[in-house]
């Protein structure tokens, strides 16, 4: 398995947790890995994108601009930020939750609509909506769980490795119904018609 | 293991005892790693000098110690730094300096690296977090060796990167015996002569050993490119230009002259990849090494990226997805954040603004728009004494020095003791959170607790700025708008200096008082906006009326007291 994989998401969705989660799989696997995080400032709402690389011997802890085999998209603006980090040929993984910049918030902007279409028309888009799969999982904050699902179904892994990954990670408290949420990205995957089509 | 906590681990492994530090983005995680290892005593000092004071009194009793601070800290940290130069140390110390290239959560973009040149230190670099572990470890064991503290520079992506290291013993280390010694260690003229001699001599031992040192290392690969870089810039160049040869510095200061010699002779081209300033660069230029490019092709601003060192080159690049034109999101201060109390006050009130670092720099943005100037830690309450000198007593009236808790102990109060002394009549509003929170909720003297969790004494701020000669103190609840309003009012208008204390815990800490959503009600909304004023991120504009987003909601109420016509009701407590 050799994959670059950016996750891009607002502050506060989870994002450092689904890459660290992608760290330990690759660790279970015996593969190198490194993730690069942002702290900090940008916490605080603002866009976070951080970057995991999975193979042998990675030099860069940084996906580039056109290095992305994967993109997981947390919200839909977030989505069309990222677009120019995406491979050719790469695919994008979208939770199509919408969040409020301060300008649309503001009525100074208005959200983009069709952002998805936009994206449609330029790359292989898998979009759900993870929110509400999270929620009916039983735990709203665990969208990253549910994209990580996807994910791993669209790869066709087996996925009793990602939930000892998941195990590593999350705390135990939280384990079953993040594994839960995981199941249900995974789920949602295998009966869309995105896999067929 | 994040390279920060890597870090740690090779300190904990080396066996050293104390860590002192000052929080400061890209550093944190070192000091709030090494609290976890039991052999390790840690604390968060009140600012980065004061650390590396605590440090160096721990390293000449003979004990291995450590401070970590962000590279801006070494700026507060550099006089004791240039000194200790002279008077070396007794057990190990490590100065680790986390720079920020392209300035993810700092005010400027300095190299670091100047520092142990200007200060004559041994500076290693690492590349990864395995060599974050390695360098710490090997910094402790060159500090004793040379008698000297070692600076260990990471920057952004080194610190906050995860790779996998592999975990060695602690190797403990008795404490080395103490013994009084005024030559070495008291300063004055007459000894600091004699201890400068001692310095250069130690470069130059210094210098000859990095031309060995294994930290450095050849890798002959295609002999007609060859690139001399350190750090971050490494791994850029192992993805960019796989072929190269590559002399990679571990060491990055000082620099092995005669083994660049030896590796510039047999490569056809040289060049230097580094991010920020030219440091190798220029210093090789000096020893008139020819170059066949360095920063004419990376340029100075920023971080690197495999993808430009691939264009520095000339080298394909992969090719882009248009970018798609996107709203911007830009941080914000959290829903129910008590920092938004005083600044809608003062945005009201029009103030001018000297503000000051931490999470309430955000009021600069719009729709706060409530800053005019954010310099650096503390500057806040010096730089309105200036404006009041300036422009006189009608603008000093408009006139308000913002800082936060832990950046006025920081090194706020020196300057307070400064406008009661020389008599300007400044006003400062402390914004009292009780916590040091951009850089992820580190205690402070304020928060009556340490690093550890344990109770600590609690610093009175309101008795501290009257024992420092302020006679008009006043506290307010951050959330108390007319309150804080009479206050602001007030004590502008007066002569003498006063400090007013806007004091509520920081949001994301205070669960206890959160409370269900509120709700707008659409029937009694009046669409006046008087609400958002405030820049609340659950406050929500839909078409005549507010709405307001259950999802980001936490029932602070703030905005209750900004609707005229009651049209906001809801929080009941959670």
């Known amino acids: 398995m050799k994959m670059d994989v950016v996750i891009i998401g607002v502050g506060g969705q989870g994002t450092l947790l689904a890459s660290r989660i992608l760290g330990a799989l ?32 990675i030099h860069s802890p940084m996906v580039d601009l056109g290095g992305a085999d994967v993109v997981l998209a947390f919200e839909q603006v977030e989505a069309l930020r990222a677009l120019p980090y995406l491979k050719r040929g790469g695919v994008m993984i979208v939770g199509d939750q919408k969040i409020n910049p301060l300008s649309v918030i503001t009525g100074q902007a208005a959200y983009p609509k069709g952002a998805l279409d936009a994206l449609r028309q330029q790359c292989r888009v898998l979009s759900l909506d993870a929110l509400s799969i999270a929620r009916e999982a039983g735990e709203v904050r665990s969208v990253n769980l549910v994209l990580l699902g996807v994910l791993c179904a669209y790869l ?42 | 293991m994040l390279g920060n906590e890597a870090v740690a ?28 290892y039991p052999e390790i005593y840690a604390e968060w000092a009140v600012n980065e000098k004061v650390a590396m004071e605590v440090c160096v009194g721990a390293a000449d009793g003979g004990a291995r110690a450590m401070c970590c601070m962000k590279h801006v800290g070494v700026n507060v940290a550099a006089d004791p730094l240039f000194t200790v130069s002279y008077t070396g140390v007794n057990g190990g110390m490590v100065i680790v300096c986390a720079d920020d290239p392209a300035m993810h959560s700092s005010q400027n973009e ?79 003229p007459g000894m600091a002569r004699g201890r400068h001699v001692v310095v250069e001599e130690r470069e130059k031992e210094q210098a000859a050993f990095v031309e060995t040192s294994e930290l450095n290392r050849v890798e002959m690969r295609d002999p007609a490119i060859g ?20 002399l990679k510095l571990g060491i990055v200061y000082p620099l092995p002259e005669k083994l660049i010699r030896e590796f510039a002779s047999k490569v056809q081209a040289l060049y230097v990849v580094e991010e920020l300033e030219p440091f190798f660069e220029t210093r090789l230029r000096a020893w008139g090494i020819s170059l066949a490019g360095g920063k004419n092709l990376t340029g100075l601003q920023g971080e ?76 806040s309450i010096g730089m309105s004494q200036g404006f009041a000198r300036a422009r006189g007593r009608e603008f000093a009236q408009h006139t308000v020095a913002v800082i936060g808790d832990s950046t006025f102990l920081h090194s706020g109060v020196t300057s307070l003791i400064n406008a009661v002394y020389n008599r300007t009549g400044i006003t400062v509003m402390i914004l009292d959170n009780r916590i040091t929170g951009m850089t992820g909720h580190q205690p402070n003297p304020a928060s009556g607790r340490n690093i550890y969790g344990e109770p600590a004494p609690e610093i009175d701020l309101a008795a501290l700025c009257r024992a420092c000669g302020v006679n008009r103190v006043v506290t307010v609840d951050s959330f108390d708008l007319a309150g804080l309003e009479k206050a602001l009012k007030e004590e502008t208008a007066s ?10 815990p920081c949001a994301l800490l205070d669960r206890k008082s959160r409370k269900t959503p509120l709700k707008a009600d659409p029937a009694v909304c009046r669409g006046c906006f008087s609400c958002m004023k405030i820049s609340c991120p659950a406050i929500e504009k839909r078409d005549k009326h507010v709405w307001i987003n259950p999802d980001q909601c936490v029932g602070c109420g703030l905005c209750l007291e900004t609707c005229r016509f009651g049209a906001i009701g809801g929080g009941e407590k959670a």
Request: hydrophobic residues 35%.
């Open chain 1, 26 to 57: 690759a660790d279970l696997k015996g593969l190198d890995v490194k993730v690069s995080e942002v702290h900090g400032m940008s916490q605080r709402g603002g866009s976070v994108i951080t970057y995991v690389r999975v193979g042998s011997d």
């Open chain 1, 156 to 197: 066709g892994e087996d996925p009793e490795l990602w939930h000892e990954a998941v195990a590593r990670v999350v705390k135990s408290a939280f384990l079953e119904v993040n594994l839960k949420a995981f199941d249900a990205g995974r789920r949602h995957y295998e009966e869309s018609e995105e896999r067929n089509g």
């Open chain 2, 304 to 379: 690197l990226s495999a993808r430009r060192v691939e264009e520095a080159f000339g080298r394909e690049t992969a090719p882009l997805y248009p970018a798609q034109e996107t709203l911007n999101r830009p941080p914000l201060m959290c829903a129910g954040c008590p920092h938004r109390g005083p600044y809608s006050v003062l945005a009201k009130l029009k103030m001018h603004v000297t503000g000051d670092i931490g999470c309430y720099t955000l009021g600069a943005l719009p729709p706060l728009s409530a800053v005019d100037t954010v310099l650096c830690m503390g500057a």
């Open chain 2, 9 to 36: 681990r090779g300190a904990y492994e080396a066996g050293v005892r104390l860590v002192s530090s000052y929080p400061g983005t890209p550093s944190t995680e070192i000091t709030e790693n090494c609290a976890k």
């Open chain 2, 227 to 246: 690139v001399i870089c350190s750090g971050i810039a490494y791994q850029y160049v192992r993805e960019a230009l796989p072929e190269a040869s590559v």
């Open chain 2, 110 to 188: 300095q190299d670091s690296r100047f520092y142990a040149r200007s200060a004559h230190l041994m500076m290693l670099e690492p590349a990864d977090s395995q060599e974050c572990s390695d360098f710490a470890r090997a910094a402790f064991d060159l500090s004793e060796r040379f008698d000297a503290p070692v600076m260990l520079r990471l920057t952004t992506r080194i610190a906050h990167a995860r790779s996998m290291v592999t975990l060695g013993e602690r190797r403990e280390r008795e404490i080395k015996p103490y013994q009084k010694d005024i030559r070495k260690n008291v300063m004055m």
């Open chain 2, 495 to 504: 002569d003498e200096v006063s400090v007013i204390i806007a004091r509520r």
